[in-house]
């Protein structure tokens, strides 16, 4: 467990070793796993009070699949669409690395606290976006952080095209109160 906090901890401070030992690690599957959970658990709880109980739930499911298709889209984009020279990676080293980078969406659970949602959950969204950029930046072992940017921002529209698709099937769009 110690091994596993601190990681986040070194996630949310954007240290770039970090992305490379769970980038090698194998192993760390399961605490990317739990890094995203907890971070659309506590983005739920963050909002409960304007999505409620089902938005937590819905919110969790459409943040495990959202992780799993960003970074799909992320390695096609990162790997066959703008690699560098020395680019090497596969899938499950971008799905642990984009996992850690939800670490700084913790933050989102002081959106709980009235009249704090908007800006939390705005600055707990930049700060994991500036993760998933170092994330990325290591796992596809680029030398040019903007192309790192460039991978991200690209698979961050098509995410949220997903996403949207996905709340809309299910019931509700992000924001939404529960009918």
């Not at 996630?11 to 796993?33: F, I, P, R, T």
């Not at 790997?79 to 850690?100: C, N, S």
Request: proline share 3%; net charge neutral.
């Amino acid at each position: 467990m110690n091994q596993f906090v601190d990681r986040m901890i070194r996630a949310s401070k954007l240290e770039a070793n970090l992305y490379e030992e769970v980038e090698a690690d194998k192993g760390a599957m399961g605490q990317a796993m739990a890094v995203v959970v907890l971070s659309s658990l506590a983005a739920g709880i963050g909002a409960i009070s304007v999505q409620g109980i089902g938005g937590l739930i819905i919110g969790t499911i459409v943040a495990l699949v959202g992780w799993y298709v960003w970074a799909f889209l992320t390695y096609l984009i990162g790997t066959k669409l703008l690699p560098e020279a020395q680019t090497r990676a596969d899938h499950g080293e971008l799905l642990r690395t984009i996992g850690f980078s939800s670490a700084p969406g913790i933050i989102r659970i002081l959106g709980i606290i009235p009249g704090l949602r908007s800006i939390v959950f705005l600055v707990g969204g930049i700060w994991m976006l500036a993760a998933m950029v170092i994330g990325v930046r290591q796992a596809l072992d680029y030398e040019s952080t903007a192309r790192a940017v460039g991978v991200c921002v690209i698979g961050w529209l098509i995410y949220l095209l997903i996403a949207g698709l996905l709340f809309a099937l299910m019931g509700g769009a992000p924001g939404s109160a529960p009918a």
